[in-house]
C-alpha cells in the first residue's frame, strides 16, 4: 500500500507534469479511445474543489472547458467522495496515474479519464534530480530552458521575490508612528550596514524615531551625533587630545537624549573585525546623517522619481567633512577623502531598499503603473556579484540585469536547495524527457 506522504509527492509531481503536458505532447487519448489535446491546462487551485479550473481541452474533436482533477489511482475519485459533491460536476477530465474505476458525476455521468504515460519514468527522473549532490541538480537546466520559458520564469521568480519583501515592508510599517516615511528609513538603515550590521542598523533605527531626527535636520552634526550616540559609538574614554568635533558630538547626543528621552543600544552588536575602514559602522551612520539632511520627505520623492540616476544621485551622498579624515570617531584615518555612499552599496540600498519599498506601496495602493515602473528599474541595475550569481554562471546562464539576479537568487534558495524541482519549469523540463516534444504519447494500455 503506497504511504500518505509517498502518495502526496507523486501527486504534487503530476500537477507539475499535467501543467507542462501540452508543451510535450500533440495528441493523448483517453481511456475510451477518444483523442484528446490540451489547448490550456487550467489554473492550479489552491482551495478546496477540483484541482485545476478554467481547462480548455479538445476531445474527440469537440471543445470542451471546464475543471480537471488529478489523482494517483483513478478509484481516489470515488474514496475521496467526489462522486457525492456537486463542485465536482463541472470537471470535464480526470487525471489519474494508475487504472481502477471510472469516474462519474453526482448525477451518474462518466468522466472522461487520461492516464498519464510514461509516470513510472517520471517518478524515475524526479529520485534522479533528488538523489544528486549537485546545486542545483539539474546543473545546466537553465541555460538549456527556451528563452520564451526562462524569462518568464525568472520574470515570476523575482516577483514572487518582491511580494516576499512587500509582506516584511508592511509588517515594519503596522509599527512605524510616521508612516511610509519611517518605514523606509528603517529600510534605509538596514541597507547601509553590510549583512554582518543590517540587524543592528535596523535595531538603532526602531529605537531612534524619525520624528526625533525631522526636529534636528537642518542640522547635519546634529543628526550625527543622534545617531552614533543612539549606536553606543559615543560612550568611550575621551583621549587628552580628542578632536573638537568628536567632543561636540557626545556633548550634543547628551543634550539631544534628554530632550528626545533616547536610549542607546548595545554596543556589543556592532562589527569592526574583518571589514574595510570604508564600511564601518561609524561612516555608514554619517552617510546616513547626510542622506536625511538634505532630503525632505525622503520616501516621498523616492516614488516621484522614476529615472536611475536621479534616484542614485538622492542617495549617493558624501558624509560631512570630518569623514574626510576620519573612519571612526577618534583615529584619523589616512589622507584626505572624502566618504561617498560607494557604487556597491548604493547597488545594496537600491535592491534591498528603494526597489522593494517602492513595489511594497505600490500592491498596497494598488498603483501598477508604479509597480511595473519599479520592476523596470530592477532591469536597469547591473547585476550582482555573488555565489549564487556565480554558481548559475558557472552552469553557462550569465545574468544582464538585477532582475534576473534576483530571480536567481529566489530561484535557488527557494526551489534548487529545498529540490522542489516539480515546482519547477526547470526541473520539469528534465523530468519530462521521457516525453519526445511535438509528437503524439503512446496511449496507454
Known amino acids: 500500500m503506497v504511504n500518505d506522504k509517498a502518495n502526496r509527492f507523486e501527486e504534487d509531481l503530476f500537477q507539475g507534469v499535467w501543467m507542462l503536458l501540452h508543451r510535450y505532447v500533440q495528441e493523448l487519448h483517453t481511456t475510451d479511445g477518444k483523442s484528446l489535446t490540451i489547448q490550456a491546462p487550467g489554473v492550479l487551485n489552491q482551495g478546496q474543489g477540483p484541482d485545476f479550473t478554467a481547462a480548455r481541452l479538445t476531445m474527440a474533436g469537440q471543445q470542451w472547458a471546464g475543471n480537471v482533477e488529478l489523482h494517483i489511482n483513478e478509484s481516489d475519485w470515488f474514496s475521496h467522495g467526489h462522486h457525492r459533491d456537486p463542485r465536482y460536476d463541472s470537471v470535464i477530465l480526470h487525471v489519474a496515474v494508475r487504472p481502477g474505476q471510472q469516474a462519474q458525476d453526482t448525477n451518474g455521468r462518466l468522466i472522461p479519464t487520461l492516464l498519464l504515460p510514461h509516470a513510472q519514468q517520471l517518478v524515475e527522473a524526479y529520485r534522479a534530480l533528488q538523489a544528486s549532490k549537485q546545486e542545483p541538480a539539474c546543473q545546466q537546466g537553465l541555460a538549456q530552458l527556451p528563452a520564451d520559458q526562462r524569462n518568464q520564469w525568472l520574470s515570476k521568480l523575482v516577483v514572487q521575490r518582491l511580494d516576499a519583501k512587500a509582506e516584511l515592508a508592511s509588517a515594519e510599517l503596522a509599527s512605524c508612528p510616521l508612516g511610509w516615511e519611517e518605514a523606509f528609513y528603517r529600510s534605509l538603515a538596514r541597507s547601509l550596514g553590510l549583512q554582518v550590521n543590517a540587524d543592528p542598523m535596523l535595531q538603532l533605527a526602531r529605537t531612534t524615531p524619525l520624528k526625533a531626527l525631522l526636529k534636528v535636520r537642518d542640522r547635519l552634526d546634529s543628526l550625527e551625533a543622534i545617531l552614533l550616540g543612539q549606536a553606543g559609538l559615543l560612550s568611550y574614554v575621551p583621549p587628552p587630545d580628542e578632536h573638537p568635533y568628536a567632543l561636540f558630538l557626545r ?195
Open 251 to 445: 556633548q550634543e547626543y547628551a543634550y539631544r537624549a534628554k530632550e528626545f528621552g533616547l536610549t542607546p543600544i548595545n554596543t556589543n552588536h556592532w562589527q569592526f573585525m574583518h571589514l574595510r575602514p570604508g564600511s564601518f559602522p561609524t561612516l555608514r551612520l554619517a552617510q546616513l546623517a547626510a542622506i536625511l539632511h538634505h532630503t525632505d520627505h525622503l520616501f516621498s520623492q523616492v516614488l516621484k522619481l522614476d529615472n536611475l540616476s536621479d534616484l542614485e544621485k538622492l542617495l549617493r551622498l558624501q558624509a560631512s567633512q570630518y569623514w574626510d579624515t576620519h573612519y571612526n570617531i577618534t583615529e584619523p584615518g589616512g589622507p584626505i577623502r572624502p566618504k561617498y555612499v560607494g557604487k556597491e552599496r548604493l547597488l545594496v540600498i537600491m535592491i534591498n531598499s528603494v526597489i522593494p519599498m517602492r513595489f511594497a506601496y505600490a500592491r498596497t495602493t494598488g498603483n501598477n503603473v508604479l509597480r511595473q515602473q519599479t520592476i523596470g528599474l530592477l532591469e536597469q541595475l547591473p547585476p550582482e556579484s555573488n555565489a549564487i550569481v556565480h554558481r548559475y554562471e558557472a552552469l553557462a546562464f550569465k545574468a544582464t540585469n538585477a532582475m534576473q539576479t534576483q530571480a536567481l537568487i529566489e530561484l535557488f534558495q527557494k526551489f534548487c536547495r529545498p529540490r522542489l524541482c516539480h515546482c519547477c519549469p526547470v526541473g520539469l523540463s528534465h523530468i519530462m524527457r521521457p516525453f519526445t516534444p511535438a509528437q503524439p504519447a503512446e496511449r496507454p494500455d
